[in-house]
């Protein structure tokens, strides 16, 4: 006899499996028995299903009920229910860890373009300027004083332009398009110091490809903050964020080391047209492993307009409300969160509320 659902209790499968034997089976009887049968069948399939066994049954719970001597398996519907339910939330979880993973994945694939484009960057940047002064003793027959000028006039600018880069990448440009953009002067300085240095060409050339590097070499403090910016503000990624900023470190001492002594010794060994051309394909090797990774990035922090209209902002609102009285609600004077948990100010990161200055003036 085949197997009968839970509906069908133990003594009407007995009884009907003796009416069986005799031939004295109801036909009604054996139909509603048999519909039982094949909907217990059917709920099981479904529940390989999940989610569509649940519409089904909550659909049209009428349809799902058959009786036997008044016996009704309104049990079993509902317990099946709650069973499809489950395994449809798991499912659902799954799913969401799914996403989850892929997303950290995609995160650290992100972070790894980062941290191997800063160790290029370096790299290229410190094999340019740790032998500069004797190119330009040897190739520019400059004195000891004016190449040593030179060179600390090249750096002081270089130690400038990074502001100008932090500018544009927080109140106009983001930091993805400022990283860009000076990544391709950068390509072009280093391009102009190479064809340069390999056709002699006039110094006045090889100081517009110098200085060309001096402000494509202003990205580091924008590329550590735009890889802040691929780690959310959770507990669980600060950490990740702490380690990013370790190995970012690492990988700009990896590449000053690197382009401080092997391109070094490869200019003195080859001459300057070697020397100065792997720098540049470097460059244009970071230029290409920054764009790869486009897909991967998260880009949080949007630019900000300029900061002098933010701050003229302030003070007008400070003055046109100097005679406003605090409400006695504290809670309306924090900061309004966007649909998306973040500032409502465009450009700005929403600041978290803390007690700590208030318990500083109470104890004061």
């Not at 056709?199 to 100081?207: C, I, M, P």
């Amino acid at each position: 006899m085949a197997r009968l659902g839970p509906g069908v209790e133990q003594g009407d499968q007995g009884r009907l499996a003796s009416e069986e034997a005799h031939g004295d089976v109801d036909p009604e009887e054996t139909d509603n028995l048999c519909g039982t049968e094949k909907v217990y069948e059917k709920v099981e399939r479904s529940c390989k299903g999940r989610s569509s066994t649940k519409r089904a049954l909550s659909a049209s719970p009428g349809q799902n009920q058959y009786n036997h001597k008044g016996h009704q398996i309104e049990l079993f519907r509902v317990q099946a229910m709650e069973a499809v339910e489950v395994e449809s939330k798991g499912s659902h979880g799954g799913d969401g860890d799914r996403r989850t993973s892929r997303n950290d994945r995609r995160s650290s694939w992100g972070c790894t373009l980062l941290l191997v484009n800063n160790c290029l960057q370096n790299t290229s940047y410190f094999g340019l300027s740790t032998n500069l002064v004797n190119y330009f003793q040897v190739e520019l027959h400059a004195g000891s004083k004016s190449a040593a000028n030179s060179v600390t006039n090249w750096m002081g600018t270089s130690s400038i332009t990074p502001l100008a880069a932090a500018l544009l990448a927080d109140s106009f440009l983001g930091r993805y398009w400022t990283i860009t953009l000076f990544l391709v002067i950068s390509v072009a300085g280093y391009g102009v110091v190479t064809a340069s240095a390999s056709a002699a060409l006039q110094s006045a050339v090889f100081y517009a490809g110098l200085y060309l590097v001096a402000l494509g070499s202003a990205l580091s403090p924008v590329m550590v903050s735009f890889g802040a910016d691929q780690f959310g503000d959770d507990e669980s990624e600060r950490g990740l964020q702490s380690s990013f900023f370790n190995w970012f470190y690492f990988s700009m001492n990896v590449g000053s080391l690197v382009g401080g002594t092997v391109l070094v010794w490869v200019q003195t060994a080859h001459g300057w047209r070697l020397g100065y051309g792997i720098p540049a394909l470097l460059s244009v090797l970071a230029v290409a492993l920054f764009m790869a990774g486009t897909g991967a990035y998260r880009r949080h922090q949007p630019p900000g307009g300029f900061p002098a209209t933010r701050i003229a902002q302030v003070v007008v609102a400070a003055v046109r409300k100097c005679n406003v009285e605090a409400p006695d609600d504290a809670a309306l004077l924090h900061e309004c969160d966007g649909d998306d948990g973040v500032s409502t100010i465009q450009g700005s990161r929403r600041l978290v509320h803390t007690d700590q200055f208030r318990s500083a003036l109470v104890a004061s």
